[in-house]
């Protein structure tokens, strides 16, 4: 690698860039609620050329995790705002308004764990950079 400044990892995670050089784009579109468009990839990084389709990029057991750790994570934001109690129906407008945070979330879910995936199993720098 020659002098290049290293884009920063978690910051390039968010932007869903490509895992080898930080640089180039991994989706086709913007977050979309079609799942066919929100989950189209560019095939090759359009900077370094990495190819960035894998047959076993689901990332769905990354998906899983964030789901259920945004369902039980919006209580921290729930309960100061409604607040609970266990002598009246609180706990199921809770769940209820958790489950739609989570749904809502999903389109950008199902892509962010995709992209962590991609970060799990490259490294930075880790393939030949394709000069253009
Ligand atoms: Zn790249």
């Known amino acids: 690698m ?71 994570l919006n209580i921290l934001w729930y309960w100061p705002i409604f607040g609970f109690s266990m002598k009246d129906n609180s706990i199921f407008y809770y769940l209820g308004a958790s489950t739609l945070v989570t749904i809502l979330l999903q389109p950008w879910y199902l892509r962010l764990s995709r992209t962590l995936f991609l970060y799990f199993s490259v490294s930075y720098g880790s393939h030949h950079v394709v000069k253009k």
């Open 2 to 72: 020659s002098e290049e400044k290293k884009p920063l990892l978690v910051p390039s995670l968010v932007k869903m860039k490509c895992p080898n050089c930080r640089k180039g784009r991994l989706f086709v579109n913007r977050t979309s609620v079609s799942v066919n468009k929100n989950l189209a990839m560019h095939t090759y990084c359009e900077h370094c050329g990495m190819k960035l389709v894998k047959e076993d990029n689901n990332g769905f057991g990354i998906n899983y995790v964030l789901t259920m750790l945004t369902f039980f």
